[in-house]
């Protein structure tokens, strides 16, 4: 089956760095996505990664290992508005979104 | 650019009442759209992937006949939520394909049924 695991809950401090991590198994392989979803909210893209290697922008930067099943979000100084959920979703062979369940990432001052 | 909107943003009926959910894309036009339902604090589920001039492919589970699209153009998608029950509340979420790997969310619709 397909599966993707990301912790369910993560907290930080204000201006700090947090690395959220996501591990998958899909049946094919067209790349993988961090969204953003605030309560309430509809999710918005934050970054793809098809390639091995981290793409960096802004605040944000993501990871990616094919071989190993696994990527990171990296969050640097962390703003209170960084309080979300963070949506890991790989695109299979069929190119559809499978979706992981979220991890929620709690800002503290 | 790449914006998606939703109509309406939340919605109140009563059981038994049928809902119809409207997903546009304003400024490009998305050959395939997708419906997806989240209920609280679990991840977005993928329910139906709308493929304009064509019947939907629905996610096993999904009833096809309570839940129905139409795809009637390349900016326009529609899910109707018929006799809709409680169990039915929920935040239901579309997006547009602008190419295989972008999907552009709508704001989503929350519908609580009575």
């Known amino acids: 089956g397909q599966n993707i695991d990301q912790p369910t809950e993560m907290t930080a401090t204000e201006g700090a760095i947090v690395q959220i991590n996501c591990t998958y198994q899909t049946s094919g392989f067209n790349g993988l996505f961090w969204y953003q979803q605030h309560a309430g909210e509809a999710p918005t893209f934050l970054s793809y990664n098809v390639l091995d290697g981290l793409e960096e922008k802004g605040r944000f930067s993501s990871f990616l290992s094919r071989s190993k099943g696994y990527s990171y979000l990296l969050l640097k100084e962390l703003q209170m508005k960084d309080s979300a959920s963070y949506l890991c979703?790989?695109?299979?062979?069929?190119?559809?979104?499978?979706w992981g369940a979220g991890t929620k990432l709690i800002i503290k001052p | 650019g790449a914006v998606v909107s939703q109509h309406p943003s939340w919605v109140i009926c009563k059981s038994g009442t049928s809902v119809k959910i409207e997903c546009r894309s304003l400024?490009?036009?998305?050959?395939?759209m997708f419906w997806y339902r989240q209920f609280p604090k679990q991840s977005l589920m993928l329910m139906a992937t709308s493929n304009e001039g064509s019947k939907a492919t629905y996610e096993q589970g999904v009833e096809k006949d309570k839940f129905l699209i139409n795809h009637a153009s390349l900016t326009l998608s529609t899910l109707t939520v018929t006799s809709a029950h409680p169990e039915d509340s929920s935040f239901y979420i579309c997006s547009a394909a602008l190419r295989e790997h972008e999907q552009f969310f709508g704001p989503g619709t929350r519908l609580t049924v009575l």
């Open positions: 400024d490009f036009q998305a050959t395939t």
């Open positions: 979703a790989v695109m299979d062979s069929n190119y559809q979104l499978i």
